[in-house]
T-cell receptor, first 112, second 113 residues
């Protein structure tokens, strides 16, 4: 079992729809969770981080964390073609080493 | 100016050559990281450094070495490049708190022929 798993996609949604990206992790002691967006050939850029169970909203983005189910998700409302990218889930493990473990990423395609 | 810079941005080299990739940061961060990215495999950690005298291997350190010349500089070397080291390489930095966000440089695309 991979430490951080994401469906590689591609996930295709029409413009204006809600895109739902999911991530599961294996280390039950993990405390911090990050979502990065990466355009093709570019570096990852942070969208959101979440530490506590529940929802965290920032503009069109909502991160959801359920530690009991070891599940973190990212919702993108009113999806735009410019949201088309690969979304990387990253988890800070319980060993407190500062090392992030990345999922393989989910490719999102938003069609006009 | 960018907070995290990498040089070169692109490099084509031949098998057996020694290559150095350099990373500099102006964020004042203590922690620096080197990752490689391959299609379908996500980002994998090569080496990381929590300060100038603290360097640690990541999950795929074989064939690589690093040098932390100063708080702001962290270099990655391939002593004898091989074709399966062809990849996109990223440097990242973060603050002292283990929950601090990692910020990535623009990447170096390395091709080993």
């Amino acid at each position: 079992q991979k430490e951080v798993e994401q469906n590689s996609g591609p996930l295709s949604v029409p413009e204006g729809a809600i895109a739902s990206l999911n991530c599961t992790y294996s280390d039950r002691g993990s405390q911090s969770f990050f979502w990065y967006r990466q355009y093709s050939g570019k570096s990852p850029e942070l969208i959101m981080f979440i530490y506590s169970n529940g929802d965290k909203e920032d503009g069109r983005f909502t991160a959801q964390l359920n530690k009991a189910s070891q599940y973190v998700s990212l919702l993108i409302r009113d999806s735009q073609p410019s949201d088309s990218a690969t979304y990387l889930c990253a988890v800070l493990g319980s060993s407190n080493t500062g090392k992030l473990i990345f999922g393989q990423g989910t490719t999102l395609q938003v069609k006009p | 100016d960018a907070d995290v810079t990498q040089t070169p941005r692109n490099r084509i080299t031949k098998t057996g050559k020694r290559i150095m990739l350099e990373c500099s940061q102006t964020k004042g961060h203590d922690r620096m990281y080197w990752y490689r990215q391959d299609p379908g495999l996500g980002l994998r950690l090569i080496y990381y450094s929590f300060d100038v005298k603290d360097i640690n291997k990541g999950e795929i350190s074989d064939g690589y070495s690093v040098s932390r010349q100063a708080q702001a500089k962290f270099s990655l070397s391939l002593e004898s490049a091989i074709p399966n080291q062809t990849a996109l390489y990223f440097c990242a930095t973060s603050g002292r708190d283990s929950t601090d966000t990692q910020y990535f440089g623009p990447g170096t695309r390395l091709t080993v022929l």
